[in-house]
């Protein structure tokens, strides 16, 4: 069992920036698939951003050159540092995990078992 917990948000304006942290309970971090997802009110949940065991990473298209996600297993922790925010990234961000030994990542969130709580991201124009 793994416990997710996430920090960092908050409210900023347009063109500012926030850090994302999730931190992970247990030491075998550095097994799970990590993704960092949102959900805006009335709206699915998506995908932000994935990285793999083997640190490679994905985007979603609309964050692309704006946010980064990166993780630190000796700090069980997977941050995703996101610049130039829009108002369209206000959302609920989750954090995910996910037990594997393959180095892919995984863009869907029927792929990951665990959740974190959220965290509230407000950017106002």
């Known amino acids: 069992q793994v416990q997710l917990v996430e920090s960092g948000g908050g409210l900023v304006q347009a063109g500012g920036s926030l850090r994302l942290s999730c931190v992970a309970s247990?030491?075998?971090?550095?097994?799970?698939?990590m993704g960092w997802f949102r959900q805006a009110p009335g709206k699915e949940r998506e995908l932000v951003a994935a990285?793999?065991?083997?640190?490679?990473?994905y985007y979603a298209d609309s964050v692309k050159g704006r946010f980064t996600i990166y993780r630190d297993n000796s700090e069980n922790t997977v941050t995703l540092q996101m610049n130039s925010l829009k108002p369209e990234d206000t959302a609920v961000y989750y954090c995910?995990?996910?037990?594997?030994?393959?180095?892919?990542?995984?863009?869907?969130?029927?792929?990951?078992?665990?959740w974190g709580q959220g965290t509230q991201v407000t950017v106002s124009s």
């Open positions: 995910a995990a996910r037990r594997t030994y393959s180095g892919t990542y995984y863009r869907t969130a029927v792929d990951y078992e665990y």
């Open positions: 990285i793999s065991t083997s640190v490679n990473t």
């Open positions: 247990g030491r075998t971090f550095s097994t799970y698939a």
